[in-house]
């Protein structure tokens, strides 16, 4: 008889061998997710700890529907603070209303963070031009007063006409 389909008459404990087994790749001729309709929640919790530490995301994909919406929020909550790597647009379909308002909103504190920062950067560039493009008006003011003196008084209309040179040139 062949053992997929034993898997509905196991009891808990042989399917949670069984379920070892697959895990540690002793058993190859079933698949793990035929196994999952069978398994309580407290072994799928184990299981999913399990596929994380191996970094299997693909396995803890298949195993979503058959999570308690408990521990699929407190994987979220581990995605959002970056302790896990989770597709979520995979997982959406498995999360509460609430749970998709906290990845909405968390997506959303992280776009604001990145556009403060860009800002930051802009608005520094901006200030250090407008730095400079001061000096260079107050440089040239003191060009143009050192060349031109209200007190003499001009022979020609373009004498009148202060000339503004920068510093360089003179």
Known sequence: ???????????????IDLTISILGHEVNEIDL???YPYISDKCMTAISDILIQNQQQE???????FLSRSRI?????????????????K???YLSEKMVKRIVNSVLEQKTQEINENMKISLHTTAKKLEETVESISLSKDNAKSEYH???????LV????????????
Do not use: Q, T, W
Not at 5 to 14: A, D, Q, R, S
Not at 150 to 156: I, Q, V
Not at 160 to 170: D, G, H, N
């Open 1 to 15: 008889m062949e053992l997929f389909k034993m898997v509905p008459h196991m009891n808990e404990e042989e399917i």
């Open 33 to 35: 997710a035929f196994v």
């Open 59 to 65: 396995g803890l994909y298949e195993l979503l529907p």
């Open 73 to 89: 929020d407190e994987l979220i909550e581990k995605s959002i603070k970056n302790n896990l790597e989770i597709d979520e647009a």
């Open 91 to 93: 997982v959406l379909p």
């Open 150 to 156: 209200p007190a003499k008084k001009p022979k020609k």
């Open 159 to 170: 004498d009148a006409v202060p000339i503004i040179r920068p510093k360089e040139l003179k």
